[in-house]
């Protein structure tokens, strides 16, 4: 149970920095822009910070134990 509540954290976690960063990518150039760059920009910072929780609560986790 805890395994599925900390993997439904990251992918919600990682979908709002996601969301964050295309909406910071559209205010900061002004308009809507191509829709592959804006998809681009999205996945990968979804996936950067899906994986970066993924590591730092699997550190955490050897070192608790």
Known sequence: M???MRKKTRL????I?????DLYLRFKTGDEGNLLV????FLGSFFIVY????ILW???EKHTN
Not at 17 to 21: L, V
């Open 2 to 4: 805890k395994f599925i």
């Open 51 to 54: 994986f970066l929780l993924y």
């Open 17 to 21: 920095a996601g969301a964050a960063t």
């Open 58 to 60: 699997r550190l955490k």
């Open 38 to 41: 804006h998809s681009v920009v």
């Open 12 to 15: 919600l976690i990682s979908f």
